[in-house]
Structures are given as structure tokens and as C-alpha cells.
């Protein structure tokens, strides 16, 4: 009698894929949220969230940021107090060397989530943020 191991069928659906390209505005932004949710869930506030602010920010936008903190309190980049628990981003629009990208911030259990919604600006030159705000109206 023969016994052969089967490997059991893998639903391609089911398995988490990520990709992006280093020429893609929006992409950029969600490596940067992606990358900043780790490093503020893993040590908080520390050196890396800063060394991802000045890779991925403009110099102006790091300083507005740091003025609406200390004014605030709260995360300039999740303009909240806490890290949220994931985030999505989408494209938005884009025009005259801009980028708008759409990032929803899912706070709460996952029974009972929330969202909030920021609208990010990108440089087409450089791919850098220029700007973080809330953003207006319904999800798109």
C-alpha cells in the first residue's frame, strides 16, 4: 500500500497580497501609513516614526505638524491621540503636480470599528507628503 502526501488546494482569494511601485504616489502613502502604524503600535512615538517623518514628509509639512501638536496634543500624522488598528488607502484625485490620496483609519473592536478620514497630498516631483487633513464628505 502507497501513501502519497496531499497538499490541499489554496484558495488564491484568500491569501493576503500586497504590491506597489516606488513610482506611484498613492502607493507611497500607504507604504508611509503602513509602515508608521508599525512603528507607533511597536515603540510608540519613538525614533523610527520620526526617521519614517523625515523620509516620507516635506520639511514644511513636518513643521506644521509639530506647530498643530503642540497645539492639539495628538498625532498630526492620525490627527488622533491613539493609533488606529489598520487603514486603507485609495486614490483621491490628482492635479498641477499634486496627488490626493483618500486614508481611512479604522479605530475600535472589529465588531464595532470606526472610521476616520484624512486627505494626503503628494509632490509628483519628489513623492513626498505636502500635506495631511481631514478629509471632506462621504468615503469614496
Do not use: C
Not at 514628509?57 to 505638524?65: F, K
Request: proline content about 6%; overall charge negative.
Amino acid at each position: 500500500m502507497s501513501t502519497s502526501a496531499t497538499t490541499p488546494a489554496t484558495d488564491e482569494a484568500a491569501v493576503p497580497v500586497r504590491s506597489g511601485s516606488t513610482e506611484s504616489a498613492v502607493d507611497r502613502v500607504a507604504d508611509f501609513y503602513g509602515s508608521y502604524l508599525d512603528a507607533v503600535h511597536d515603540e510608540g512615538r519613538g525614533k523610527l516614526a520620526e526617521a519614517l517623518r523625515a523620509h516620507y514628509l516635506t520639511a514644511e509639512l513636518q513643521a506644521r505638524l509639530d506647530h498643530w501638536e503642540r497645539q492639539e496634543h495628538a498625532d498630526g500624522v492620525l490627527r488622533a491621540k491613539d493609533a488606529p488598528r489598520a487603514w486603507r488607502v485609495t486614490y483621491n484625485d490628482g492635479a498641477m503636480g499634486r496627488a490626493w490620496s483618500r486614508v481611512r483609519l479604522t479605530w475600535g473592536s472589529p465588531d464595532h470599528p470606526s472610521h476616520t478620514q484624512l486627505l494626503v497630498t503628494s509632490d509628483l516631483d519628489t513623492l513626498r507628503i505636502s500635506d495631511i487633513q481631514p478629509a471632506p464628505g462621504p468615503e469614496r
